[in-house]
């Protein structure tokens, strides 16, 4: 009866889907309800609902703890592994609730989960060279709970072909931003900065993606520390207006060595997480740094090193005509300038230009991975990730109307 459910849900014109995104920053859970009409390059989206649902402080700490590799135990994995698929499945529910959709008639939830642990690299182990990734949040609370089939594990797959599972979102980018014939970037800044850029009348083959390094990380932690955890983020930039460009500190982070790696790459909170920014914290009110010039300093190095891998990675070959901006570092308004000061003349819009609220972005792009999913189609693109081959991603767990 489950595969008979799938195949109607397969032949369906148009499905509603609940796609669910918690990233690096680990603010909260992000979910778009989107109506999306056919598969592939017919790919046509209405997006009816978006919300943000924060975590509650102890969570937050929780999933800081358990990404540690010091103190991610077994223990607490598994058990945040099971509440973090509670939390998404309220989310799914929530978003449903503010919605005209009652979850009943949700066809798909497509979840991401939380990022545990990503190693893109190749590491020595057992003599064995191996890449792997963990995301959280079970897939199969989250179908019970709701009673929708649940897609969720995405990155797997890709990894298993070969592939750095990361980055995931180009194939959505492709499908939403790819017909225009224009030299595009689609530029996220979220915890970490990944870009999509989509020469003129591409092919998938073409795509050229890639996390470009810290996004709005190494900025949260610094906030943090200088609010003494009051605020999670620099608003609007407020804290970084203040300060000054320290010129001889950029030209040093700049230096990091992740940002010399050719594509295909990926990072993440192993590389400018909490003990990356904790150690250059430390380091700068040792060196008596001005705390203010030292927050728009980081501020600026999320944006050079956006534009200096435009120069390393794409500008040898192609003109970027414009660059498509979503995620929460476009409210920096510090940041913003850095990028028109550094981008010269692109052509910078906002994502809200095409009805897609900035900060739905990602999770609209998992839920149009599980349409893909659920209709057979690959979504991984090897140019980015460095997959063997063309893929489908994701686990499908069947919601309790596929089983009956």
Known sequence: MFIENLIRLRAKKSRNVIGLMSGTSCDGIDACLVKITGNGLSTEIDIIEFETYPYKKEIREFIFDVSQKQTGTADKICQLNFTLGKLFADAAKQVAGQSPIPISDIDIIGSHGQTIYHISSLKEKAEKKIRSTLQIAEPSVIAQETGVTTVADFRTRDIAAGGEGAPLVPYADFILFGKDGIDRAIQNIGGIANVTFLPAGCNINEIIAFDNGPGNMIIDRFTEIMTDGKNKYDKDGELASKGKLNQALLKRLCSHPYLSIPPPKSTGREDF?????????????????????????????????????????????????????????????????????????????????????????????????????ICGNPGNVPSATGARERVVLGKIIPGRQTQL
């Open 273 to 373: 997480g909490i003990q990356f920014s904790d150690d250059l914290y430390k380091e700068l009110m040792r060196d008596n740094v001005d705390i203010f010039d030292a927050i728009k300093t980081v501020t600026a190095f999320t944006a050079k090193s956006i534009s200096d891998s435009y120069r390393k990675h794409i500008q040898p070959s192609y003109k970027i005509s414009e660059v498509i901006m979503s995620g929460g570092g476009v409210h920096n308004h510090v940041m913003f300038q850095f990028l028109n000061d550094y981008l010269g003349n692109m052509r910078i819009r906002k994502v809200e230009e095409f009805g897609i609220p900035s900060e739905a972005k990602e999770a609209l792009a998992f839920a149009i991975l599980a349409n893909e999913t």
